[in-house]
């Protein structure tokens, strides 16, 4: 079984930046893409970024050029890097593993998910 644990949440002003960890248990997690998902209240959970098995990233234009994920095998944990938040960024952060190598941006393209972790953007 899966375990994948956020980290990192918080309260940030406006123009500020914070750290999401997602540690990874149960499986070989080198192995398959992992994604960030986010879910504001009232709106449906949508992508955020992807990572696949050797490092190749996508992003939603929302945060393109403001977000990095990465992953570190070595230490089952993937990342994403928020520079520049706005209010508007404000949601419940999910890290989610993919079926397989490669990342998607549909959930239903992931197979298990963490418990989300909550960012607030303060404007």
């Known amino acids: 079984q899966v375990q994948l644990v956020e980290s990192g949440g918080g309260l940030v002003q406006a123009g500020g930046s914070l750290r999401l960890s997602c540690a990874a248990s149960?499986?070989?997690?080198?192995?398959?893409?992992m994604g960030w998902f986010r879910q504001a209240p009232g709106k449906e959970r949508e992508f955020v970024a992807g990572?696949?098995?050797?490092?190749?990233?996508a992003y939603a234009d929302s945060v393109k050029g403001r977000f990095a994920i990465s992953r570190d095998n070595a230490k089952n944990t993937v990342y994403l890097q928020m520079n520049s938040l706005k209010p508007e960024d404000t949601a419940v952060y999910y890290c989610a593993q993919a079926v397989g190598s490669s990342w998607g941006r549909s959930p239903v393209n992931y197979n298990y998910w963490g418990p989300g972790t909550q960012v607030t953007v303060s404007s």
């Open positions: 149960g499986r070989s997690f080198s192995r398959y893409a």
């Open positions: 990572i696949s098995w050797s490092g190749g990233t």
